[in-house]
């Protein structure tokens, strides 16, 4: 019988960078603060390099930095709130690619509806 492990069965349902980098498409990068990888929207391509807006903001990575977002229902991430904190949320419901998405809140069951750019997930090295 042909195991696969969770990491692998990620990879493999995961599209890969160069794929993921079409204009229009959504991206995961390093946050500048550390420790994060943010959504930005692909804006533009030129070779390696990939500019990605995040709320207005634009910053240009390379592409081997960069990570195609694969969140989907169910998906854990960190959501901001509007007092400035961040809360352990899971996905349950993604707009029809336009960056929108319900998250519940792990803490207290609370539903809401959010955007791609006030989320964010941990980097690990």
């Known amino acids: 019988m042909l195991k696969?492990?969770?990491a692998m069965?990620?990879?493999?349902l995961m599209?890969?960078?160069a794929a993921a980098q079409q204009v229009g498409a959504w991206m995961l990068a390093p946050s500048p603060l550390g420790g994060y990888l943010v959504?930005?929207?692909?804006?533009?391509?030129?070779?390696?390099?990939?500019t990605l807006t995040f709320d207005g903001a634009s910053r240009t990575h390379?592409?081997?930095?960069l990570q195609p977002?694969?969140?989907?229902?169910?998906?854990?991430?960190?959501?901001?709130?509007a007092g400035g904190d961040w809360q352990d949320v899971t996905i349950t419901a993604?707009?029809?690619?336009?960056?929108?998405?319900?998250?519940?809140?792990?803490?207290?069951?609370?539903?809401?509806?959010?955007?791609?750019?006030?989320?964010?997930?941990p980097q690990y090295p």
């Open 69 to 81: 977002l694969a969140w989907t229902v169910a998906s854990q991430i960190e959501c901001g709130t």
């Open 39 to 50: 959504p930005g929207k692909v804006s533009a391509v030129s070779g390696q390099s990939v």
């Open 9 to 12: 069965l990620a990879s493999a």
């Open 94 to 121: 993604l707009g029809a690619g336009d960056g929108t998405l319900t998250i519940r809140q792990d803490t207290d069951a609370v539903v809401r509806g959010t955007t791609f750019a006030g989320c964010r997930v």
């Open 62 to 65: 390379l592409l081997a930095e």
């Open 4 to 6: 696969l492990s969770l």
């Open 15 to 17: 599209l890969s960078p």
